[in-house]
């Protein structure tokens, strides 16, 4: 049991002078008058309760101020009038809360875990728990992700995949552009690795709701010396061997990881650092260490890269063979950006969005979840362009644990929508070809032929159907069918082909990526 004093609970006596205008009593029975202490809910409700029944579990409580006083106390909660009367019904002899609201029922789990109700008493909101996610899977389940609750997140995702309504339901939800609500309270690996669970249960390994070890990011990537410290791209670097360093820079999170740098270079950098580098010369420190000091609460590998950037000299030695290099990690680098936004280097910030671009063609799926999540919106289209060659259901990036669902949503979407624009272009050409056989028609012709293709029905097929590498191949492929079946000529079958060319990139640059 918790100690009555606990800091969790704001404490204020009634013998303080309070307005007690602002303050609305609680419905019938938490309104009596032979109450002993008076516990206010965040919007000012007050529930006359006793300590007898308080004592019993980890609810708050005070004791008077004096063995002679006699006032009652009151407590200030967090909890809103609606969740406290709930909990307070489960635990006195009344008639208890209703629970058809999925949303209550998490907040009364929740809540009822934090003041170490006892078994017995959350045997009822567990009940309530299990019976409306059998109804509810996928609300459960958002939920559960939203506040990290392990065993209600194994309970629904198996609701989710056993029944097969429900699995049906879920990859059908993954053709609407919204997927379902809550999905951003979901994060992109959660989601991915739920999709997965639904495609393949009968055959799969058990579901993992957080990502298997080999799937995590790697907290310590520096490598280290035979004598345990830390090694980075500075010990490369023969300019500090040519102008010792005057400064020394520290992660709080990894002090045996020592990085010299320059103080012009890092107060060129940023104002806010040079502000740290005065203070730590005024502050006495130097003359303990023998050198300036300034520490970061970034993690090591944030530090480490962000003086390295300062120094500009990320992209002569990523490009090195060595095996000592320091190359990049994308899981980590919306951490590396954020950090040059917090110190103001807009320098840097500069040069990161430009060592981020090459990636777009290397590893596209991995470059659009760090862009969005970086707030990179360009680079992140431009990835998802170039993601749609991929196939998306088996691929997961690390990014993903940082991402929301509805971000790897909106990729999905952005890739059917794209296939099935090609689709229709495709589809219209081998229809009508006959009759467009002019490959000089004007922008305006194209733009309104596109709204034309774009707005007729679907073909019908399902969205994905289409291998996506063959669409580069469109036009070689319907020259092969419009020779056979039209008896065209090559060289009307090459006019073709330049037109296709010219309205598929007018159409596909239609298609829009949401950032929501």
């Given at each position: 049991?918790?100690?009555t004093?606990?800091?969790?609970?704001s404490?204020?006596?009634?013998?303080?002078?309070?307005?007690?205008?602002?303050?609305?009593?609680?419905?019938?029975?938490?309104?009596?008058?032979?109450?002993?202490?008076?516990?206010?809910?965040?919007?000012?409700?007050?529930?006359?309760?006793h300590?007898?029944?308080?004592?019993?579990?980890?609810?708050?409580?005070?004791?008077?101020?004096?063995?002679?006083?006699?006032?009652?106390?009151?407590?200030?909660?967090?909890?809103?009038?609606?969740?406290?009367d709930?909990?307070?019904?489960?635990?006195?002899?009344?008639?208890?809360?209703?629970?058809?609201?999925?949303?209550?029922?998490?907040?009364?789990?929740?809540?009822?875990?934090?003041?170490?109700?006892?078994?017995?008493?959350?045997?009822?909101?567990?009940?309530?728990?299990r019976?409306?996610?059998?109804?509810?899977?996928?609300?459960?389940?958002?939920?559960?992700?939203?506040?990290?609750?392990?065993?209600?997140?194994?309970?629904?995702v198996?609701?989710?995949?056993?029944?097969?309504?429900?699995?049906?339901?879920?990859?059908?939800?993954?053709?609407?552009?919204?997927?379902?609500?809550?999905?951003?309270h979901?994060?992109?690996?959660?989601?991915?690795?739920l999709?997965?669970?639904?495609?393949?249960?009968?055959?799969?390994s058990?579901?993992?709701?957080?990502?298997?070890?080999?799937?995590?990011?790697?907290?310590?990537?520096?490598?280290?010396?035979q004598?345990?410290?830390?090694?980075?791209?500075f010990?490369?670097?023969?300019?500090?061997?040519?102008?010792?360093?005057?400064?020394?820079?520290?992660?709080?999170?990894?002090?045996?990881?020592?990085?010299?740098?320059?103080?012009?270079?890092?107060?060129?950098?940023?104002?806010?650092l040079?502000?740290?580098?005065?203070?730590?010369?005024?502050?006495?420190?130097?003359?303990?260490?023998?050198?300036?000091?300034?520490?970061?609460?970034?993690?090591?590998?944030?530090?480490?890269?962000?003086?390295?950037?300062?120094?500009?000299?990320?992209?002569?030695?990523?490009?090195?063979?060595?095996?000592?290099?320091?190359?990049?990690?994308?899981?980590?680098?919306?951490?590396?950006?954020?950090?040059?936004?917090?110190y103001?280097?807009?320098?840097?910030?500069?040069?990161?969005?430009?060592?981020?671009?090459?990636?777009?063609?290397?590893?596209?799926?991995?470059?659009?979840?760090?862009?969005?999540?970086?707030?990179?919106?360009d680079i992140?289209?431009?990835?998802?362009?170039k993601?749609?060659?991929?196939?998306?259901r088996?691929?997961y990036?690390?990014q993903?644990?940082?991402?929301?669902?509805?971000?790897?949503?909106?990729?999905?979407?952005?890739?059917?929508?794209?296939?099935?624009?090609a689709?229709?272009?495709?589809?219209?050409?081998?229809?009508?070809a006959?009759?467009?056989?002019?490959?000089?028609?004007?922008?305006?012709?194209?733009?309104?032929?596109?709204?034309?293709?774009?707005?007729?029905?679907?073909?019908?097929?399902?969205?994905?159907?289409?291998?996506?590498?063959?669409?580069?191949?469109?036009?070689?492929?319907?020259?092969?069918?419009?020779?056979?079946?039209?008896?065209?000529?090559m060289?009307?079958?090459?006019?073709?082909?330049?037109?296709?060319?010219?309205?598929?990139?007018?159409?596909?640059?239609?298609?829009?990526?949401?950032?929501?």
């Amino acid at each position: 049991m918790l100690s009555t004093s606990s800091s969790m609970f704001s404490m204020m006596s009634a013998s303080e002078p309070e307005s007690q205008a602002r303050f609305t009593a609680a419905t019938p029975p938490f309104d009596r008058p032979d109450g002993d202490i008076v516990l206010v809910s965040s919007d000012s409700v007050t529930f006359s309760c006793h300590k007898a029944i308080l004592s019993m579990f980890s609810l708050p409580q005070v004791e008077p101020l004096s063995p002679s006083t006699t006032a009652v106390s009151s407590i200030s909660v967090t909890e809103n009038s609606k969740l406290l009367d709930g909990i307070l019904r489960l635990i006195y002899p009344v008639v208890r809360p209703q629970m058809h609201c999925i949303g209550d029922v998490f907040d009364i789990l929740r809540t009822g875990r934090k003041y170490q109700l006892s078994e017995t008493v959350m045997s009822v909101p567990e009940a309530a728990f299990r019976e409306l996610t059998s109804l509810q899977p996928l609300q459960s389940l958002v939920l559960s992700c939203r506040y990290d609750m392990e065993a209600e997140m194994y309970f629904s995702v198996r609701s989710v995949i056993w029944p097969d309504k429900f699995s049906e339901e879920v990859l059908t939800l993954v053709d609407r552009e919204d997927g379902f609500e809550g999905l951003e309270h979901v994060t992109a690996g959660q989601y991915f690795r739920l999709l997965n669970a639904v495609r393949y249960a009968p055959v799969s390994s058990p579901f993992q709701i957080h990502p298997p070890p080999s799937q995590s990011d790697v907290d310590d990537r520096l490598p280290c010396e035979q004598d345990g410290s830390r090694k980075g791209w500075f010990q490369n670097c023969d300019l500090f061997d040519r102008i010792p360093a005057d400064v020394h820079v520290y992660s709080t999170l990894l002090l045996d990881l020592v990085i010299p740098a320059h103080k012009f270079v890092l107060k060129f950098s940023s104002s806010i650092l040079a502000d740290y580098i005065a203070q730590s010369e005024t502050d006495g420190t130097a003359e303990f260490t023998g050198i300036t000091t300034i520490y970061l609460p970034e993690d090591g590998d944030t530090v480490h890269d962000l003086i390295r950037f300062c120094y500009g000299s990320w992209s002569s030695s990523s490009s090195t063979n060595d095996s000592n290099t320091h190359d990049i990690n994308l899981a980590t680098f919306p951490a590396l950006v954020a950090a040059a936004q917090n110190y103001e280097m807009a320098k840097v910030y500069e040069v990161l969005q430009t060592t981020l671009t090459p990636f777009i063609r290397s590893d596209p799926v991995q470059t659009y979840f760090v862009a969005v999540a970086c707030g990179w919106n360009d680079i992140a289209l431009r990835a998802a362009q170039k993601s749609v060659r991929i196939p998306l259901r088996n691929k997961y990036v690390p990014q993903m644990e940082h991402c929301s669902g509805r971000t790897y949503q909106n990729l999905l979407d952005f890739r059917n929508q794209w296939i099935e624009t090609a689709e229709k272009v495709s589809q219209y050409y081998h229809e009508h070809a006959v009759a467009h056989l002019s490959a000089n028609r004007n922008t305006d012709e194209i733009e309104g032929l596109v709204s034309e293709i774009i707005a007729r029905e679907s073909t019908g097929c399902h969205k994905g159907s289409i291998p996506v590498n063959n669409i580069p191949k469109v036009p070689k492929i319907m020259a092969e069918r419009l020779i056979v079946e039209k008896n065209l000529s090559m060289a009307s079958v090459d006019t073709i082909s330049k037109q296709l060319d010219r309205v598929l990139g007018v159409a596909l640059a239609k298609v829009k990526l949401r950032f929501s």
